[in-house]
């Protein structure tokens, strides 16, 4: 069995939210799950070509690598115990083809999409942790489409994964961006 999650993203005019989950058998009510606002001064990366969505992929990409580092160490909310996913395969789900096929070739030569695969790279490496990303449609992706346009409703607020930018121990991904 692999443990699966979804992420999605949205750009328009200056609004960027990204969102993702942890899909438990249960259902949505039962997953940890994030939602994560981008501005200017947080993800100048994605302005650089005027709009956001211009780097609709990236952006996507980066709602994935996000699931990684936020979900790679899970606490067992029942159990009070810590268990590492890496015991088990990763498999993401996304709306974007493109990111499927670069991650499964890991290989692209489009900036900043290529920042991302690095960091995912080199955190799946340091994780041990294979990750298997396939593309689903858009219309099964619902719940992190909601996340992603800040709609929470869904999921379970205690089981909320904070997202903070600066304590996401990057590892290559800050000095590529710079």
């Not at 489409?145 to 999921?155: A, P, V």
């Amino acid at each position: 069995a692999s443990l699966e999650f979804r992420a999605d993203a949205k750009a328009e005019g200056d609004c960027v939210a990204l969102g993702g989950w942890l899909c438990h058998p249960d259902g949505p009510s039962a997953s940890p799950w994030y939602k994560l606002r981008l501005d200017r001064k947080s993800a100048p990366w994605a302005f650089r070509s005027g709009e956001p969505f211009r780097t609709i992929a990236s952006l996507e990409l980066f709602a994935t690598l996000l699931c990684i580092k936020a979900f790679g160490v899970q606490s067992d909310v029942h159990s009070g115990t810590v268990c590492t996913l890496s015991a088990q395969p990763l498999k993401g789900l996304t709306d974007n083809k493109g990111n499927a096929h670069a991650v499964a070739k890991m290989l692209t030569t489009k900036f900043p999409l290529c920042a991302f695969l690095m960091e995912i790279a080199a955190t799946l490496e340091k994780i041990r942790m294979p990750l298997s990303l396939y593309w689903i449609p858009r219309e099964q992706n619902v719940e992190a489409d909601e996340l992603s346009n800040e709609i929470s409703h869904r999921f379970d607020p205690k089981l909320e994964v904070k997202v903070d930018l600066s304590n996401m121990g990057f590892l290559v991904l800050d000095d590529l961006l710079d």
